[in-house]
Nanobody
Framework: QVQLVESGGGLVQAGGSLRLSCTAS????????MGWFRQAPGKERKFVAA????????YYADSVKGRFTISRNNAKNTVYLEMNSLKPEDTAVYYC????????????????WGQGTQVTVSS
């Protein structure tokens, strides 16, 4: 079984930055497309960013484009989400997930999910 472990969440002021990390075990990371989703209190889970298995392609929600950067280091079995210019509306639990194909903006196409890490942005 694949297990994803997330880290890097915390409390920051608006305009600040955080870097989230997601490390996979159980299978080599290079065969998976990877994505980040987030869920704010009282709202549905939403797509944030994704990266292809090779790292050649990246995808971003319009709300984070230009502020967030997804990257991966397959040798370390790790995917990162660099978050800059954070806004209060970025406050959510952030989830890392793995997919083998399909539309990477849709959560149901992801097979494995981490437990999530809380990101809180104060105003």
């Amino acid at each position: 079984q694949v297990q994803l472990v997330e880290s890097g969440g915390g409390l920051v002021q608006a305009g600040g930055s955080l870097r989230l990390s997601c490390t996979a075990s159980g299978r080599t990371l290079r065969v998976y497309h990877m994505g980040w989703f987030r869920q704010a209190p009282g709202k549905e889970r939403k797509f944030v960013a994704a990266i292809s298995s090779s790292g050649d392609s990246t995808y971003y929600a319009d709300s984070v484009k230009g502020r967030f950067t997804i990257s991966r280091n397959n040798a370390k079995n790790t995917v990162y989400l660099e978050m800059n210019s954070l806004k209060p509306e970025d406050t959510a639990v952030y989830y890392c997930a793995q997919a083998v194909g399909g539309n990477l903006t849709i959560g149901q196409n992801y097979l494995y999910w981490g437990q999530g890490t809380q990101v809180t942005v104060s105003s």
